[in-house]
């Protein structure tokens, strides 16, 4: 079974795809406004489910991080946030909580999971930290702000508050 056949087969099972709206115009017109192009595994997935939420209480997707993060060895969550909340968050925290170029499609605790559509980590995932624990960051009186604007993944800088998950979209929800 192939990995989108195997994740399609996981959310009909255990989620409820939240497509009671077409997302593809909202997305369309955040990209003419912020002049972007969105990675096509990311719009695709959204263009059919338009997020995901799962319809058990007692189930959560889980992904294992390679090496621990902070004090994450696992992300746990319940699903995707549609477009629609997509949007909004971007709109408020973008530059604030995840670095500006990379759009948020997971919020989970004290941290988002985010798709990069900037030249130089085009389609890649990253988990974003909200908000450090004292002795994470180098300078606590640097803002989040000022540290995320040295997240250059060209240069291999990523920010103390951000972590490559996954080289796709694709790559991420097959893991």
Request: net charge negative.
């Amino acid at each position: 079974m192939s990995k989108g056949v195997m994740r399609d087969f996981v959310i009909e099972k255990y989620g409820v795809a939240i497509s009671d709206d077409d997302a593809m115009p909202l997305f369309e017109r955040y990209g003419i406004e912020h002049n972007v192009k969105l990675p096509k595994d990311f719009l695709d997935f959204y263009s059919k489910y338009n997020g995901f939420k799962v319809s058990d209480n007692d189930l959560t997707f889980v992904f294992e991080l390679k090496d621990k993060f902070w004090n994450r060895s696992r992300l746990e969550m319940e699903g995707l946030l549609s477009v629609k909340d997509i949007l909004f968050v971007a709109s408020s925290n973008e530059g604030v909580t995840y670095p500006k170029g990379i759009l948020p499609f997971v919020d989970i605790e004290l941290a988002e999971i985010a798709i990069s559509f900037r030249c130089d980590s085009f389609g890649a995932v990253f988990l974003c930290e909200k908000d450090p624990l004292p002795g994470q960051v180098d300078n606590p009186s640097e803002s989040s702000e000022e540290e995320l604007q040295n997240f250059d993944p060209s240069k291999g800088q990523l920010s103390k508050r951000v972590v490559k998950l996954a080289d796709s979209f694709e790559d991420f929800m097959s893991t």
